[in-house]
């Protein structure tokens, strides 16, 4: 089995996935013009895609109120301070400061402007 993609129901999905798009380099792969508006965005090497829709079916959870180490997304980048201060700028929030963990990656956890927690790590030794 390989993972297709991840989906993530929140309040309005078409600028959700234009803020990914913009500061995260996601490529739109389908977009839905009406409700669920879904939007699937790919990784940098196609090979793992992200959802962002609104069902009518379900309440947008509260991702603010999920404590990010329930629920996160993380994304590996060459870069954990330069990513973590570029996406400071375009809006996300910091939870807590980065930090090396004992294996010797490099880790740090934001929040998107909607609230969904997002991890940036950059592993000291690759696991995939």
Known sequence: ????????????????????VEHL????????DERPFGQFLADDGDAVMLEFYNSPKVAVPD???IDPLILHLAFWTDDVEAT????????????????????GDHVAMLRDPWGLAIQF????????
């Open 63 to 65: 991702y603010k109120g």
């Open 25 to 32: 380099g996601l490529t739109v792969k389908r977009a839905q």
């Open 121 to 128: 790590v950059h592993r000291a030794h690759p696991m995939i």
């Open 84 to 103: 973590r201060a570029r996406l400071l700028a375009a809006g996300a929030a910091a939870e807590g400061d980065a930090a090396v963990t004992p294996a």
């Open 1 to 20: 089995m390989k993972i297709e993609h991840t989906a993530y129901q929140v309040e309005d999905p078409v600028a959700v996935a234009r803020w990914y």
